[in-house]
């Protein structure tokens, strides 16, 4: 059973800076397929990046493009989110989440989900 665990949430101001981290345990992570999800209050869960173990491709939705970066660090089982240029909009929980195949915008194709973690922006 695949476990993952956010870290890195919290509170900053607009146009200031957090990295989300995501460890997986309990399963094989050496696909090096995994997706960041984000979702406010009273609005659907939307795609934010994603990043796939083959050639090392990167997805972005719009809304981050050039702000946010995904990485990874195979050895350590671990997903980032290293987030920039922050604003009010990006405020939500944030998810991890590992996908049946490979990575992909669509958050139906991904079975497993961690908990989440709470990026507050003020303006």
């Known amino acids: 059973q695949v476990q993952l665990v956010e870290s890195g949430g919290g509170l900053v101001q607009a146009g200031g800076s957090l990295r989300l981290s995501c460890t997986a345990s309990?399963?094989?992570?050496?696909?090096?397929?995994m997706g960041w999800f984000r979702q406010a209050p009273g609005k659907e869960r939307e795609f934010v990046a994603a990043?796939?173990?083959?050639?090392?491709?990167?997805l972005y939705a719009d809304s981050v493009k050039g702000r946010f970066t995904i990485s990874r660090d195979i050895a350590k089982n671990t997903v980032y989110l290293q987030m920039n240029s922050l604003k009010p909009e990006d405020t939500a929980v944030y998810y991890c989440?590992?996908?049946?195949?490979?990575?992909?915008?669509?958050?139906?194709?991904?079975?497993?989900w961690g908990q989440g973690t709470q990026v507050t922006v003020s303006s």
């Open positions: 990043i796939r173990w083959s050639g090392s491709s990167t």
């Open positions: 309990g399963g094989t992570f050496s696909s090096g397929n």
């Open positions: 989440a590992k996908p049946k195949g490979q990575a992909t915008p669509n958050p139906q194709l991904y079975d497993y």
